[in-house]
């Protein structure tokens, strides 16, 4: 009886979860379609994670990271206005911090919210390096990558049937951002991997916006050569889910005259 009510509960979730990313064209697993549900946890946890981590301000880094985060989103919105969705960023709350530890990482949270590491700092090196960084942080989040992955822990996790039981007697909002704060939980601060499909998207996507925000896309594969550096002796929080980084930089070397077109496409559309 059990396992026949959850068999219907996940049906149904896989035939209302299905959403067309804007961005990305594909028709993927997210339960969290129009965001209304999603950004206002997001948005708490990212606070909380602030509250409990030294954040650091008034240094050149920590305004660099603020300038240029604000150019990436200022590029992402220019995109979706070429894509023909304009209104398509409304929700987000665009917010960049830069938070005191060693770790060589950095994340952005659904609805735009930007932690970079002071240690990933030394590896970014220059404006270039950060909006590389930058740029693929956002693809995640534009790409709705954390949505989907949480979207999938939802359906593992109803297999086990543990929160639809925990929460029976709970209303359905409540029940919902239960299992939203499960998932995003488990997603701050990368721990867990993204797969690698959504590696590649998300590399895609961000030297495209770190071209139309004026910066060199040259600098993105140079990048991911100091971050294979950095690695050796140990590998650093960053490459945890990065399985090939031959082909990654191979493939942002090749994909470099094509950002740069579809970058100077999107301009222009804006000047006319
Ligand atoms: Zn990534």
């Not at 650091?56 to 590029?75: L, M, P, Q, Y």
């Not at 990368?190 to 590649?200: A, C, N, Q």
């Not at 960053?238 to 496409?265: M, T, V």
Request: with cysteine.
């Amino acid at each position: 009886m059990k396992t026949q009510f959850l068999s219907i509960f996940v049906l149904l979730f896989l035939f209302f979860g299905c959403k067309t990313n804007v961005i990305t064209g594909k028709k993927t697993l997210n339960f969290f379609g129009d965001n209304q549900s999603l950004f206002p946890t997001s948005f708490q946890q990212y606070r909380s994670f602030l509250d409990e981590h030294e954040v650091v301000t008034g240094t050149k880094d920590a305004s660099a990271v603020a300038r240029i985060g604000n150019d990436i989103a200022n590029a992402a919105a220019l995109y979706y206005a070429y894509l023909g969705t304009p209104n398509g960023l409304d929700n987000y709350a665009w917010e960049y911090n830069l938070v005191k530890s060693e770790q060589v990482n950095a994340w952005c949270m659904p609805g735009g919210k930007i932690v970079f590491y002071t240690g990933i700092m030394p590896v970014a090196k220059n404006p270039d390096g950060i909006a590389a960084i930058m740029g693929h942080e956002v693809a995640h989040a534009l790409a709705d990558h954390g949505a989907q992955r949480m979207s999938l822990g939802i359906v593992q996790q109803a297999g086990g049937l543990v929160t639809a039981q925990a929460t029976k007697k709970e209303d359905e909002r409540k029940r919902q951002q239960i299992m939203m704060a499960y998932g995003i939980g488990t997603t701050v601060g990368g721990m867990l991997p993204f797969s690698r499909k959504h590696e590649t998207e998300a590399d895609k996507i961000g030297l495209t916006l770190m071209t139309l925000a004026g910066y060199n896309p040259e600098e993105a594969p140079k990048l991911w050569e100091r971050m294979k550096a950095q690695s050796k002796g140990g590998v650093p929080e960053f490459l945890i889910s990065h399985p090939s980084e031959e082909r990654r930089i191979a493939n942002l070397q090749e994909w470099i005259p094509q950002a740069k077109a579809i970058a100077d496409e999107i301009k222009l559309t804006q000047k006319k």
